[in-house]
């Protein structure tokens, strides 16, 4: 039977990490995979999670099933988190949340649970998007659709044609927005737009999902959640898939959580029974160790004090790299504008260069991206920049 199976392509981000691994050229410059990385090009251990992590590992006295919602302290943190401290919704009963293998396994959870609800749901992403959005949404049968986002000319939000776009929607579809950082645009809308965006989710009766992986790496941790908050707090449902993966540095921890708005505490309840079993049926129970570090320093002042210092370092280090690069850019290139890169938010921007202008940063100047001129800002270095602007120039010129 399995003789039958096609070989699929190489997966174009990991063949770029692959090539990146291969080149022996000391200049050369990563700005594919979607990690953060600091002045020295380290993805490290933040301070906060490796005391946390002996915390958790000294007082651990089993290794047993914890339950297929995960960890409660951490969902009970995730809610606060996201929903906002204190805010009459983190402590609602109509909201349920459930942990989950990273941001990918929130967002599957969700797709799951819609589908069940209804399975002929088409789910509504911004185009573009991620380009994990269309297996982990789709790969349960959900149909995909997508609305105008990204104005290239501006580098910012199409809203004009994105509300036209949403208004047209059938009642009870269902819209998939980034919370901030938008990736791969960086374009991310503001609060008068979101103001905009929760009264028509309202009025069209639409069902908001709201995917946030980078919560602390745009603009701060209360602003990077300003849109989900007032959007949870208006409308009568939501889903919200949050990701730890970025602003814990915890990527291969795989950790996450889901949260379900409810119309009431029973229909809350009854999509907690729901995600249960769809937990159960795709993975059992999620991984406990991440999820208790998380617990542990949003459970603890003196490691939450420490962690979100050091997320605001990383934060700032982005904003830094985001000017000296617009800068370094508009001298070396000053025949093209990337002042867009300034205005955007997050790890992302396009470089807004053609396919062969890719290629050719690849092949003769070892600089890594993917083929849509998507860049992480932070696998730059402040010394590398003026080298990247460069290259970026003899690319365009040749
Ligand atoms: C937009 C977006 N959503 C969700 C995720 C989920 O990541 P993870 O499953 O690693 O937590 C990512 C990671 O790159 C992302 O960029």
């Not at 509300?163 to 927005?177: D, F, G, K, T």
Request: contains cysteine; glycine residues 8%.
């Amino acid at each position: 039977m399995l003789e039958h199976l096609d070989r699929l392509p190489p997966d174009p981000i990991l063949g770029l990490m692959a090539a990146f691994r291969a080149d022996a050229d000391s200049r050369k410059v990563d700005l594919g995979v979607g990690v953060y990385r600091d002045e020295r090009g380290d993805t490290p251990v933040m301070k906060a999670v490796r005391e946390a992590e002996r915390d958790v590992l000294e007082r651990q006295t089993t290794k047993t099933y914890v339950a297929p919602a995960g960890n409660a302290s951490f969902n009970a943190a995730m809610r606060r988190l996201a929903l906002g401290e204190g805010s009459p919704l983190a402590d609602s009963d109509r909201v349920c949340a459930v942990q989950a293998p990273g941001g990918c396994g929130a967002l599957r959870l969700g797709a799951e649970l819609i589908r069940i609800a209804r399975p002929d749901a088409v789910v509504h992403v911004s185009d573009p998007t991620w380009a994990n959005h269309v297996p982990l949404l789709s790969g349960c049968g959900l149909k995909l659709e997508r609305y105008p986002y990204f104005d290239a000319r501006s580098g910012g939000v199409a809203f004009e044609s994105m509300m036209r776009a949403l208004e047209a929607l059938p009642p009870r579809s269902v819209v998939l927005l980034h919370a901030s950082c938008h990736n791969p645009t960086g374009a991310d809308l503001d609060e008068a737009q979101w103001r905009e965006i929760a009264a028509l989710l309202q009025r069209r009766a639409l069902l908001p999902f709201i995917d946030m992986a980078y919560q602390g790496l745009g603009r701060g941790l209360e602003a990077d959640a300003y849109g989900l908050r007032l959007i949870a707090g208006e409308v009568p449902e939501a889903l919200i898939a949050v990701s730890c993966s970025k602003n814990f540095g915890l990527y291969r921890e795989r950790v996450g959580c889901l949260l379900v708005v409810g119309q009431s505490s029973a229909a809350a309840e009854a999509a907690l029974t729901q995600l249960v079993r769809i937990a159960r049926g795709l993975y059992s129970m999620p991984p406990d160790h991440g999820a208790a570090i998380v617990a542990e320093i949003l459970g603890n002042a003196a490691l939450h004090a420490a962690w979100q210092s050091e997320l605001t370092t990383m934060r700032e280090r982005i904003l830094q790299l985001r000017a000296a690069t617009a800068e370094a850019l508009a001298v070396a290139c000053p025949q093209k504008d990337f002042s867009h890169i300034v205005r955007q938010r997050g790890m992302f921007s396009y470089l807004g260069v053609d396919k062969d202008t890719v290629r050719r940063l690849r092949e003769t100047h070892h600089v890594y991206m993917t083929d849509d001129s998507r860049i992480n800002i932070a696998g730059l270095r402040m010394e590398n920049i003026p080298y990247f602007a460069e290259a970026v120039a003899r690319a365009l010129a040749q």
